[in-house]
């Protein structure tokens, strides 16, 4: 209760000093004022359009962040258990994963020019490294006793592999995903200004080239609100379906 | 029931190579309780861990029933000290123990029945829907204890199981499994650096000498009367005999 009246008032704080600077000390061209975005974004809204930017860039985020994810789980999980793939891959690895989405994005519009494919490969790109970095990571850590006390009850290589070593790792695999998460919805942004002509990314660069500020701005607070959004809601699937898996960590 | 003969094991190679143990001989009967007592680092931990088929003697055999040991297997069940990182976290007491029935392939139908039988043994039932970080040191060691018990082995081998306990905590483990040990017949290898635990516990005290090349120095046989209380003379010169053998 405490927190949520701090969260509310330390924004009504933040956008109460925004108006008055921005009415009174800065320059309302550079840095509208919050009252003026609202009245931008109120047609906005009523016409669609944010919501078809925000619709078109969230399908972006989401066939990349699931693909990537699943790549990154399958692939994390084989270097994590089989010590000839990681002696092989985890070079390669270390040294791709300094190649952010945003670094790619000049070859991917010549590999798959600016339609929706290099986008999904993109966010699919940022994800598929973190997601896999941590799965490994999680896989590796599950603890040995662990796996041999249940050997010595009679598990099989396959039910230590299920029943053990990936629950184990899930908390790792969750967090992964959910930094994951956070950077898909950051690289989205620069690929669409770079390459699009649709989303979030490409309403900013729009905007931007016709000098309406405060057209910017209602892109800004959206791509806060869309983020702060959707990691609520991965929080909240995780402590439904998840929470006996990430809560012990508090045990060891 | 359990023969170890000659049994040595050998980690790393040429510079780095280290002898954990040499010339291991020991033997168990069923029902035996032995402790293995030795300072830390003595391999005692080793030769446990080779027993339970977890890790390869380097030479030498080790035969469990008259078979040789090769790989775990469920007629001889580990029990670790950290119950924490044993036990699987995600699932409550109850789940801990029907995880070991899923494993062991017995059918469904049987299951609630084991499950119960031994939650009470350990008297646990009613703590049967906590998961291990809700319940105490001792309780989870207990769980380990009945998780073991579920697939019914033949021999408990303990890697100083109570030794992250507090004091009174441990006191009270010790009857509880000498009460267990007593009902079930079991057969137990029980690791452990204390010389009052294994005082209070063995039927027979192995005393091993610190690596590298340990073996085993010498092999106690103790006859005194259950519950043994440290302040009985008897026992008193035993703790100091065995004391003196080790320092």
Known sequence: MRAAAFFVGSIVIAFAGWQFLSTFVFNPFLIPPPLVVLETMIPMVKSGEIFRHVAISLARVGVGFVSGCAAGIVLGVLLGRIRLVNDLLDPIIELLRYLSPTAMIPIAVIWFGIG????????????????????????????????????????????????????????????????????????????????????????????????????????????????????????????????????????? | MLAVRNVSKVFGAEADRYVALDGIDLSVSEGELVCLLGPSGCGKSTLLNILAGFEQASGGTVQFDGAPVRGAGKDRVMFFQDAGAALLPWYSAEENVRFALRVRKLPKEQWPAIIDKYLAMVGLAEHRRKFPAQLSGGMRQRLQIARALAVEPKALLMDEPFGALDALTRRRMHGFLLDIWQRTGKTIVFVTHDIAEAVTLADRICLMSVGPGSRITEVIDVDLPRPRDLGDPAAGRLFKRVEGLLM
């Open chain 1, 116 to 252: 929706e494919t290099s986008k999904y490969f993109l966010i699919f790109w940022g994800t598929f490294f973190i997601v896999l970095i941590n799965t490994t990571a999680g896989v590796m850590r599950a603890p040995i006793i662990r796996q041999r006390a249940a050997e010595c009850l009679g598990a099989s290589e396959l039910q230590i592999f299920l029943l053990v070593v990936i629950p184990s790792a899930a908390p790792y695999i969750v967090t992964g995903m959910r930094i994951a998460m956070a950077s898909s919805f950051m690289s989205i942004i620069p690929a669409e200004i770079l390459a699009a002509d649709s989303g979030i990314g490409y309403l900013l660069q729009h905007s931007s080239i016709l000098l309406q500020t405060n057209r910017i701005f209602v892109a800004l607070l959206t791509i806060c609100v869309i983020g702060f959004i959707f990691d609520r809601l991965f929080r909240m699937a995780v402590d439904r379906m998840l929470s006996r898996y990430m809560s012990y960590i508090a045990l060891t």
